[in-house]
């Protein structure tokens, strides 16, 4: 055994000789490279994790910050609205008070013409008195004597004529004369309070489109004046009765329309849900007038924007709407409230969604809106009317 211990340099005992020591050592470099690479991968995990939910966060508070801004803005329109609207109806109030008393300052005017006569009578009479004491032998036949006696009969004083009374009275009949020119000329005091405010600012921006009648243009909701689309939920039949969606075709109409190009709206007013009313133009083209041409679109009541002659158009080359039998959209959305009202909660068929984009509403008449289900745990709720959907500071949506 000593003997083999003194054994010649550079003998390698470790080739010949496998040892329990060597063979341990080996595993626990194994295994601390392995939980090396473990903790390398965890960490790698934690920053993606971490990196994912500031991201997450950062959304939902820009979200929130331009929903919340949007809210503001779409508030402090109605009120500016609202105000206008009721300056508007004190002013005719008022101009209807003074019309009112109108014959009141017409004896004003009477009574003052009247105190202005009796005063030159009482010059005249006092001159002639006058003439009479220098020239006693001067006499007047009987019926002129006796009319300067009279005008020459001691008066009362009288005040002077009220000339603001006066000056106030013809300021009133320009008012009234302007209002009935304004009745003659438009369609009434009503349209007066609907017409566009005078220096209002057109707004201008980017557009999404939501239906073919309602769009977004720089965050604004703005519906399109003068004509009414079918819903994108809504389906037309051609004459071979084929069912096809009009409403999906009407949207992607107007998205073609709109383009990635800026758009331009003139305020026209705004309608029950508080949206503004506007005419829209992609370069020189109006929108609407597009999309009537192109029949995917029918006039308004009344035809106030004059898109009749494009109607009638699109009406005998049979275009889109006009190819079958044809369901009125606001037929269409009467019939979808009612239907989704019954089954409704406490009646209110409007469904507030809360999704990744943020707080949208979805209208029975929608694409999809029978997917939607309200988790009010989510804060998801529903809504009666548009007015409360916008009021509690919600944005229309169309799901498709």
């Given amino acids: 055994m000593f003997g083999w211990r003194k054994r010649e340099v550079g003998f390698e005992w470790r080739k010949y000789v496998r040892t329990t020591v060597l063979h341990r050592r080996a595993q626990r470099r194994e295994r601390i490279v392995q939980v090396r690479r473990s903790l390398a991968a965890r960490a790698a995990d934690a920053a993606r994790w971490s990196w994912n939910a500031i991201a997450n966060s950062c959304r939902w508070v820009w979200a929130a910050?331009?929903?919340?801004?949007?809210?503001?803005?779409?508030?402090?329109?109605?009120?500016?609205?609202?105000?206008?609207?009721?300056?508007?109806a004190a002013v005719v109030a008022v101009a209807a008070w003074f019309a009112a008393r109108l014959p009141g300052v017409v004896t004003a005017l009477g009574s003052g013409l009247r105190r202005a006569w009796l005063a030159v009578a009482r010059v005249l009479g006092a001159g002639t008195s006058a003439i009479r004491a220098r020239f006693p032998a001067i006499s007047l036949p009987a019926p002129v004597k006796k009319g300067w006696q009279a005008a020459t009969a001691r008066l009362p004083a009288l005040p002077a004529p009220a000339w603001r009374t006066l000056g106030f009275g013809l300021a009133v009949v320009l008012v009234v004369v302007s209002g009935f020119g304004l009745i003659r000329s438009g369609s009434g005091l009503a349209s007066l309070v609907d017409m566009p405010f005078l220096g209002s600012k057109p707004i201008v921006g980017r557009a999404s489109v939501v239906s073919g009648n309602i769009i977004h243009v720089g965050g604004t909701p703005v519906r399109l004046y003068g004509i009414d689309a079918p819903e994108t939920a809504q389906r037309c039949r051609t004459s071979r009765n084929r069912s096809w969606q009009c409403g999906v075709q009407a949207r992607t109409a107007l998205a073609r329309l709109v383009g990635s190009g800026e758009i331009r709206c003139e305020r026209q007013g705004s309608d029950g849900a508080g949206r503004v009313v506007a005419r829209c133009r992609v370069r020189d083209s109006d929108l609407g007038a597009r999309m009537v041409e192109l029949g995917h679109a029918l006039t308004a009541k009344g035809d106030p924007a004059g898109y009749g002659s494009r109607a009638e158009t699109a009406k005998k080359a049979r275009r889109a709407l006009w190819k079958g039998s044809l369901e009125t959209p606001q037929a269409f959305r009467d019939r979808s409230w009612d239907t989704a009202k019954q089954q409704a909660p406490k009646g209110c068929p409007i469904k507030g969604n809360v999704t990744s984009r943020g707080k949208h509403y979805v209208m029975p008449w929608s694409r999809g809106y029978s997917r939607v289900r309200i988790q009010e745990r989510r804060g998801e709720r529903w809504f009666c009317s548009e007015q409360e959907a916008i009021a509690a500071g919600w944005v229309l949506t169309d799901r498709s």
């Fill in 65 to 88: 910050l331009v929903s919340g801004g949007r809210w503001l803005a779409e508030t402090a329109r109605n009120f500016a609205v609202r105000s206008a609207r009721a300056v508007w």
